[in-house]
């Protein structure tokens, strides 16, 4: 049984029942929807302070491992830099250098990506300025990365062709120690053994006896082996590139022909004293880009220290010449 409510009217002075009308009843209806819902989200708020929901919770470890992965990547960026910088300066102040061809700039290597809405996609989030940066930070360490690639790639080539230059410049003596008499006459002013007047004598004479052989100094081509220059007598020139040309005259025999490919240390002739000499010895000159110059500078192949110091006293002794 319901209960009944009932009022007290003092028009009549007497109780009547309380009868509520549909308007009133669907305002109170609201009215206490309203409230609970009013209290339920207040509490809600209260206790999530104090209580995650499960999905708080989901999101905030996905946080966190985020930027525990962040943090990781942070660290390795900065290990790579690290790696990467320290190869492009062995690469410039060593590889480069070696090779004799121009480092690169630090400007050239470290220049970023061209475009302003590049990053514009990473634009709006809370974290949009970490996120650009980072994208910054890689695009930059990948541009580095292709310059580094593209340079070793070029010192390789050099590298090829410089293990090809110095097999064939002229690097060693082109008698051995141990069949020379004595080193006759260094490159300079010298006595000329004929006239007795002082010239320049523009190689080095090794003397020792008829048949001893005699070694090219790198490997080459022979362009020459004749007797067709005048004073050399029977005589050998070796072009070995790069402007690089060896003589070698007075020879009492040749043992190559023209066109032939010799390599350093191959026997390619026997000492003489074909020509204008006056005594069996050879006489050796080195010629780089058509002009000849010394070469006391070309015996680091075959000498010690102490041998090539003592041809360096015995060479500047301005003595008189045997051709």
Known sequence: MSNVKYYYDPKTLSYKEYKLSKLRKVKYFAGFVLS????????????SQFFELPNEKVLKRELQNMEIQFSLMNEKMIEA???LTN????????????????PIKSEERNQGLGGINRYVKFEGFNNSELIINSNKRLDILQKRLVVQSKSL????????DKENFLAKIPAIQP???EDLTR????????SDPFTKAIKFHS??????????????????????????SSGYGKHVRIDHGYGYVSLYAHLYKYNVKPKQKVKRGDIIGFVGSTGRSRAPHLHYEIIKDGKK?????????????????DLIIKASVENQSLD
């Open 153 to 160: 790639d070029e010192i390789i080539e050099l590298a090829k």
């Open 203 to 228: 190689g080095m004479d090794f003397t020792a006896p008829r048949g001893t052989p005699v070694y090219a100094t790198g490997n080459g081509t022979v362009a020459r082996a004749d007797s067709g």
């Open 175 to 177: 008698v051995k120690n």
């Open 183 to 190: 080193m006759a006459s260094g490159y300079g002013y010298r």
């Open 87 to 102: 190869i492009e300066e062995r690469d410039n102040t060593i590889y480069r250098l070696y090779f004799e061809t121009s």
């Open 293 to 309: 110059i010394n070469p006391l500078n070309f015996y680091y192949g075959n000498l010690t220290k102490e041998e090539f110091n």
């Open 81 to 83: 830099e690290k790696v």
């Open 36 to 47: 609970s819902l009013t209290f339920g989200l207040i509490l809600i708020l209260i206790l």
